[in-house]
Each structure stands twice: as structure tokens, then as C-alpha cells.
């Protein structure tokens, strides 16, 4: 099923007329209502008249996380105060929060595109889902809870924290859908195994997974712990919050909902836009919105845009997954390191919990990389031996993706913090001096 073919299967010419006609709009919007955009464009010696199709994206200015700091806490809204309806916050996960205001419409939009993403996963009115990404200023919780209520399936708003009760909910009210982070999905598989449930007693089918970077050997722990399939979901707050893409039946890739948010990929160091199908920093247009409209917002995730049809018939354009942010990329010793990398490594052997900690210092001038992990509880062994050769076995296979070596450590299962939102695999202490 497909919430709304008109815009999901456009053909693409009139889709680029389209978004061309809405960035025409905005940028007039934007230069009459927002000083800061006026201000810029008049520097650049540019009027709203010299945008003239989707192609003209190039010739505005970019915005960045600084600039919503330094014009805290409404400087970039452009609608009235008197129809700003709802505000949010980003989690502020790299640093101080910003504020996000929303017009009745902008609201209507964002419902709309959460349904379109919940239908792709095949949610129907039949379902009943369970939100669980946190309620509040957030805008995870309240994003998902009224897409599943606008397409017309049960939303139970389960928001996080008291997870038994959550999965005696999940048991009872036969639950068949959820939306949360992937490490609280991996924790609730935790806890239904520790309550002597299994996930033959669950009616979970469809996950909606998102907020964080996940790998794809995550997605396949997660599917099989809980006995449904995963999908992915993103967005950030300050494009609007999760809905901005999705994954369809196909699982490869998401379907960005570029009638209302422009993607473009570029390249961080020079800004220059990047090639179809080289990762880069993800930038985004608002194409319709109204209360703090943006343009070109670098948001500083990492991925590549997609070519070619997908076999789901949707004709919008897809992105990879998220490697991680630029400000999660590690240069340890000279070399560029992602979690993402160290989680696809311990996910794929079998010994080990899907639970890890990276730990970065500096020693003696040198960077040092300790991976923490926790070993199954089937594996743990007495024999000093056995567990130096599961180190060794980890540590080449790091060494051979990551090019560096890192120290690794065995914890024992349970030892290491589980999430219920984002969960926080990286401690560098060279940060902390
Ligand atoms: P904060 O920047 O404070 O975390 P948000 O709560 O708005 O703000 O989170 C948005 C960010 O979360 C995105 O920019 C991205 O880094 C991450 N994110 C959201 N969804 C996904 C996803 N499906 N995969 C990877 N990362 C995601
Ligand atoms: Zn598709």
C-alpha cells in the first residue's frame, strides 16, 4: 500500500517543477519574514527573483546548527507568534537544544509524511502501535504518535521508561507495531527473555526504528529477537522530526518525501554538491514549511542519495543509511573511525552481546582505542586461554576494518548501560582535559 501515490510515485520531471515552484515560494517567503535570510541573500547579491527552478537550490546560502544558536531561541521563525501552535526542542545529543515552532499546517504536513512512512512499513487501521520513542519536547514521541493516529491505526503511547509493564501492555493489548530507537528495541528483546517471555508470545510484526545510526547486522539481531521486521525512520527536529524518510517493503534504502523536504549531498569541506551516489553531508531545503522554514541545512549525517527506480514503484528519491554524524566520526591516530564500523564487526560473531563502548584517550601523545564488549554468557569461560583467543579474534578483525588497532576489553554480560533513547557508545577523554 502507498498513503499517497500522487506525490510518492511522481514522475520525476514534475516533481523537480514542483519542488522548483515551492522553492521559488519559500525563498520569497523566507526573504520577507526572516532578517537573518534577507540579510545573507542581500551579501550574496541575490533577490528571490534569481531563483528560478530546483536548480538555483546551489546559488542560496547555506544554514548550519550555529546559526539557529546564535539566533536562539526564535530568530529564524518566520510565521507570527500568534500561529506558531506547538514547539520543540531538539534533544540537544552534540550540544545546547534549539527551538523548533510549527503552524497548524506545518503539523498537518508532518502528519502526513509519518503516515506515508507507517503505510510503507504496511501499517494499517488494524494495527495497533505502540510509541515508544520519548514524549516531550522531543519530537520523536509526538511525531510517530499522531502519524499512526492521522493513517488510522491504534497509537498506544507508551513513551519510554518502565519497560515490563510496556511489554506486559505489548502482550495484553496484542500490540503489532512499535516505534523506538534501535537499542530500546535490543533492550525490550532484553527484558522479554529475562521475564521468561519469548517473542511467540508478542504479536509484534512491524518495528519503526530510528533517532540513531543502526547497521544492518543490528536490524537483522533486532528482526530476530523480537520476531519482526525492523524499518527504518528518520528525521531531525529541526527539519521537522521523524518522517523526513522511510524505508519501503524492500528494506534498501529510504524514500525521502522530497515534495516537501530537498535533499542535496555535499561535500563538507568545500560545500561543493556531490555526485548522485557519493557520501556525503546531508542537506535540507523545507520545501513547505512555515513556522522556521530553512534553507540548505547542513545537518551534518553522513550518506549517499540513491539512483534508480526501486521495485516498491515509489518514484521518490532514496537515501543509504546514516553512517554517523561528522561530529561522531572519530580520528584516532590520523584515521577516520566510525561506531558503526566497530557495531557491523561485533554484531556479526556470534560470541558477543550486541552491546559495546568505545573508549578513546590519549597516552604518551598517542590516541588509544578501547573497545569494550560483552561476551555471551554462553561463551564466557574460566580458561584464561579461551578468552585471549576471543580477544585476538576480535582485535584482528577490528584491526582489518578499522586500520588501526584497538584494545579490546571483555565485559560481562549486562555490564554495559543499556538506552532507552539514544544510546551513547562513545566516551573520548581527550575531549574531557
Ligand atoms: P539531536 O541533534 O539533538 O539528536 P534530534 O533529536 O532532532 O536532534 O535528532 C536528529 C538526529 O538523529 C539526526 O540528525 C541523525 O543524526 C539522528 N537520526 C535520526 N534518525 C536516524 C536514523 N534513522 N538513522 C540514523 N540516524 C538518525
Ligand atoms: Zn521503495
Redesign the pocket.
Known sequence: MIWNPNKECMPREQMRELQGKRLQKLVSYVYHNVPFYRHKMQEMDLSPEDIRSIDDIVKLPFTTKQDLRDNYPYGLQAAPASEIVRVHA?????GN?TIVGYTRRDLAIWSEVMSRSLTAYGVTRHDTFSVSYGYGL???GLGAHYGVENMGATVIPASTGNTEKHLRLIRDLNITGIACTPSYALYLAEVTERMGLSKDDLSLRIGA??????TENMRQEIQQRLGLKGY???????IM??GVSYECEEQHG?HINEDHFFPEIIDPDTLEPLPVGQTGELVFTTLTKEGMPLLRYR???LCALMEGECPCGRTNVRMT??MG?SDDMLIIRGINVFPSQVESVILEMKEFEPQYLLVVDRKNNLDTLEVQVEVRRDFFSDDIGTMLGLKKKLSDKLKSVLSISAEVKLVEPNSIQRSEG?SKRVIDKRKLV
Request: charged content about 20%; glycine content about 16%; proline content about 12%.
Open positions: 531538539s534533544s540537544g545529543t552534540t537544544p522531543f519530537t520523536g526504528f530510528g533517532a540513531e545510526p543502526w527504518n525512520l528518520y528525521g531531525l527536529s529541526e522530526g521523524p529510504s545537518t551534518k549525517d543509511p546514516i554524524r539514544k
